[in-house]
C-alpha cells in the first residue's frame, strides 16, 4: 500500500520563477493537507482539500500561493514569484474521511530552495 | 482553542539511556485524540501513535511507550534503551472532535540527540 507520495523531493528555483509541488495521497485518501515547515520550526498548517475543493485555506499566504485538488491526478500547490523566504520544507499529508480526528499520514516533503 | 506545549527543544542523550519526552496540551474539547510523530534527519514525517481521550490505557510497542494522563493534560512518549537510530525531532499534536477547525495543532517539536 502506497504512502503519500510527493515531487520534486528538491526543488531549486530563481527568485521570481513559479514552483510547483505535487502531492499524490495514499489509496483510498480523498483530503489532502499540506503544511510548511521553516528551519528550526514546526509545522503551519497552510490548506486543506478534498477532490475539486477548498475546504480551509486559512494558513495560505494571500498572495503567490494557489492549491488545487482536481478530480484527476495529484494535488498541487503553486508558488509564483518565489522570493527567497519561500525556502522551507513544505509538506502533504492525507487522510481518508477528513475528520476531524483522522490520523494524518505524511509524505516525505519537497524541500524548496529559492536562490 | 486547542494547544500543544514540546516545553522540551532539545534532549541530548547517551545510548541505551532511557529518555521521555513531553507533551503538554489544551483543549475544552472532551473528545479529542493526540498523535505524535517521528521526522529523522532524512526528514519526512513518520507517524507513530494516535491516542483517544477515553483511552487512559498506557501503549507500549517495543522500546517506545506512551503515558497519557487526563488529570494532567499530558501525553508523554519514553523511549525506552534508546539508541543512535531514535535521533529525530519528535512532534506531539491533538485533534478536537467537535472544534473548530479540522486541522490538528502540532507542538513545536522535540529534538532528540543519541549519542554513541
Not at chain 1, 504512502?3 to 530563481?14: A, D, E, F, I
Not at chain 1, 494558513?59 to 519561500?86: C, H, N, Y
Not at chain 2, 483517544?52 to 497519557?68: A, C, K, L, M, V
Amino acid at each position: 500500500n502506497a504512502g503519500v507520495m510527493q515531487n520534486p523531493r528538491h526543488l531549486v528555483r530563481r527568485r521570481g520563477q513559479e514552483a510547483r509541488l505535487r502531492c499524490s495521497p495514499m489509496k483510498g485518501h480523498s483530503h489532502v493537507y499540506w503544511y510548511r515547515q521553516l528551519p528550526e520550526e514546526g509545522l503551519k498548517f497552510m490548506v486543506y482539500l478534498q477532490k475539486e475543493n477548498i475546504i480551509d485555506e486559512s494558513g495560505m499566504p494571500k498572495e503567490r500561493f494557489s492549491a488545487e485538488f482536481p478530480k484527476e491526478g495529484p494535488s498541487i500547490l503553486r508558488i509564483q514569484q518565489v522570493v527567497r523566504g519561500d525556502s522551507a520544507a513544505y509538506f502533504c499529508a492525507s487522510s481518508p474521511r477528513g475528520r476531524r480526528t483522522d490520523t494524518q499520514y505524511f509524505g516525505p516533503g519537497t524541500r524548496l530552495t529559492v536562490l | 482553542a486547542q494547544k500543544v506545549t514540546q516545553a522540551q527543544t532539545e534532549i541530548s542523550v547517551v545510548e541505551k539511556e532511557d529518555v521521555t519526552l513531553d507533551c503538554v496540551y489544551e483543549t475544552r474539547d472532551t473528545t479529542y485524540y493526540l498523535f505524535w510523530y517521528k521526522q529523522p534527519p532524512s526528514g519526512e514525517l513518520v507517524f507513530l501513535i494516535r491516542r483517544n481521550s477515553f483511552d487512559e490505557q498506557n501503549e507500549i510497542s517495543g522500546r517506545y511507550s506512551w503515558n497519557f494522563q487526563k488529570s494532567t493534560s499530558s501525553f508523554n512518549f519514553t523511549i525506552t534503551a534508546s539508541q543512535v537510530v531514535d535521533s529525530a525531532v519528535y512532534f506531539c499534536a491533538l485533534s478536537e472532535a467537535s472544534g473548530g477547525s479540522y486541522i490538528p495543532t502540532f507542538g513545536r517539536g522535540t529534538s532528540l540527540i543519541v549519542h554513541p
